[in-house]
């Protein structure tokens, strides 16, 4: 067994907390642990680096970060007071990114937090949206990382797109590439694989697309055999993710019956129709 393979989603969510009001909160003495901290005050400094970045990204701070005080039984029945943080998924988010990414758990936790992390953000964006708005919102957003991951690639070093963006396919559907995916959705040659994925299948993808972007960025990861790897492995932790939570491989979600191509065509036609005053007929 691999160091990343002794953690999972448990490792975390055995730790979580959850509020009379259901909201989920981690305390941070309980996440240092977790997370092979020994000293608390080092882990403070990762604190502190989240902190940071969640005031830059325009968030309120004390509504993820929470100072709250405990007593902590000492030897000889003494006691000590320590101050402790009631953590939101997005602030251990952060903390998991500005973590030691040497560390195994770190890596685990950083995909566990991501995910939930988009998940909430997928269910309050598109809670109210049919499951081809849906489509069309996630697709549109492929579009645009697929685009910065192209860029990121390419600053690695990457000379061979194709194998780069094959094995990250590889790493999430369980060793199939670009070519058996599109044979198993009985795609033509001239269609492409994104758009004919349900909006599930297509989040999953996003998620993939937009942490390989970040991990190259941020690991200074060089030349195409190293991006590839690095890309291959964030589509087996995606996979991994999807697997603890009992959610459907991929490769097994049913292909729908319109692309992605049509739906706008759809789309555009409505809005012509309400243009010209001509109500759609539902």
């Not at 730790?15 to 882990?43: C, D, M, P, S």
């Not at 602030?91 to 566990?112: D, E, F, H, R, S």
């Not at 997928?122 to 081809?132: F, K, P, S, V």
């Amino acid at each position: 067994m691999s160091d990343i393979e002794k953690y999972s989603d448990q490792t975390f969510e055995s730790i979580k907390h959850v509020t009379e009001n259901g909201e989920e909160f981690w305390y941070a003495r309980e996440l240092q642990g977790i997370l092979e901290y020994v000293e608390w005050r080092n882990f403070y400094k990762v604190i502190e680096s989240a902190v940071l970045a969640c005031k830059n990204s325009g968030n309120e701070v004390t509504h993820h970060f929470v100072e709250v005080n405990k007593t902590i039984v000492m030897p000889k029945s003494a006691e000590k007071h320590v101050t402790d943080y009631k953590l939101s998924r997005f602030a251990c988010y952060l903390i998991v990114m500005n973590g030691n990414p040497k560390k195994a758990v770190i890596a685990v936790g950083q995909t566990y937090f991501a995910v939930k992390t988009r998940q909430n953000e997928l269910i309050e964006n598109y809670g109210q949206l049919t499951e081809d708005e849906r489509r069309l919102e996630i697709r549109g957003q492929m579009t645009i990382h697929n685009k910065s991951l192209f860029q990121s690639a390419k600053m690695a070093g990457v000379d061979n797109f194709g194998f780069f963006q094959n094995k990250g396919y590889q790493g999430l559907y369980g060793g199939l590439g670009q070519r058996e995916i599109h044979k198993k959705k009985g795609l033509k040659k001239s269609q492409q694989i994104l758009d004919h994925m349900g909006s599930t299948e297509l989040a999953a993808n996003l998620f993939r697309a937009t942490q390989t972007e970040d991990k190259l960025r941020h690991e200074n990861i060089r030349g195409t055999q190293a991006a590839s790897q690095a890309h291959y492995d964030i589509g087996v932790k995606v996979r991994k993710v999807i697997k603890d939570i009992g959610g459907t491989m991929p490769e097994l979600l049913p292909t729908p019956e319109k692309s992605i191509k049509q739906i706008e065509r759809e789309s555009k036609k409505k809005l012509k129709n309400s243009d010209d005053g001509i109500l759609p007929i539902e």
